[in-house]
């Protein structure tokens, strides 16, 4: 079953504002993660964020998590065009694999 | 500190073709993933090796799927025979610690 759903699917949005993606995921996790993937490129790791924690910043990115409704959100501030990519939550159960969900192209326009 | 390679980065073939996939991971990562992205739909896991030993396989999509880590190091998936749903973009990743897995660039399969 699927994990993790990310929404919007597709976002466009001028340098400088900011950019929210939103996750959903089914069942309890242990961590959920944020990765980018930039076009023909691999995954990057963005930022990791424990079931016991709330926030967490990293430079101009921010993830929330709330586990009572089972969803994240990455907020990345003063977007640029270097942003562009495919933004991918990914969430571990009990296990060392990790589930990812469909996945957000960010389009930022200069 | 190299990080995690695959080869080749695109490959074309025909239905009914064989191919090998391969995958170096980071030097002293025990742990190695292989996962999978089809028709723009979500990553998918396929299977995680520590060491040389299978540790779960249960993303493996059929036996058609092989894969493989001998002496603990790389590892190859070969797919025999590719069928075209098979097309995709195959991810390894490797890691010290469970969570903390790093992604190599991906090999585009395209089967025709």
């Known amino acids: 079953s699927q994990q993790g759903e990310e929404d919007p699917q597709a976002l466009s949005i001028q340098e400088g504002e900011n950019a929210t993606m939103n996750c959903s995921y089914k069942t309890s996790i242990n961590n959920l993660q944020w990765y980018r993937q930039n076009s023909g490129r691999g995954l990057v790791h963005l930022i990791l964020?424990?079931?016991?924690?709330r926030e967490k910043h990293s430079g101009r990115l921010r993830v929330t998590l709330d586990t009572s409704k089972k969803s994240s959100s990455l907020l990345i501030t003063a977007s640029r065009a270097a942003d562009t990519a495919s933004y991918f939550c990914a969430t571990d159960v009990r296990t060392d694999k990790l589930i990812f969900g469909t996945g957000t192209r960010l389009q930022v326009f200069p | 500190e190299a990080g995690v390679t695959q080869f080749p980065s695109h490959s074309v073939i025909e239905k009914g073709q064989t191919v090998t996939l391969r995958c170096d991971p980071i030097?002293?990562?025990?742990?190695l993933y292989w996962y999978r992205r089809v028709m723009g739909k979500e990553i998918k896991f396929l299977l995680h090796?520590?060491?040389?030993?299978?540790?779960?396989e249960s993303g493996m999509p059929n036996n058609r799927f092989l894969a493989e880590r001998t002496g603990g190091t790389y590892s190859t998936l070969k797919v025999q025979p590719a069928e075209l749903e098979d097309s995709g973009v195959y991810f390894c990743?490797?890691?010290?610690?469970?969570?903390?897995?790093?992604f190599g660039p991906g090999t585009r399969l395209t089967v025709t």
């Open positions: 030097s002293g990562h025990d742990n």
């Open positions: 964020i424990r079931s016991n924690e």
């Open positions: 990743a490797s890691s010290r610690l469970a969570y903390e897995q790093y």
């Open positions: 090796f520590v060491k040389e030993s299978k540790q779960d």
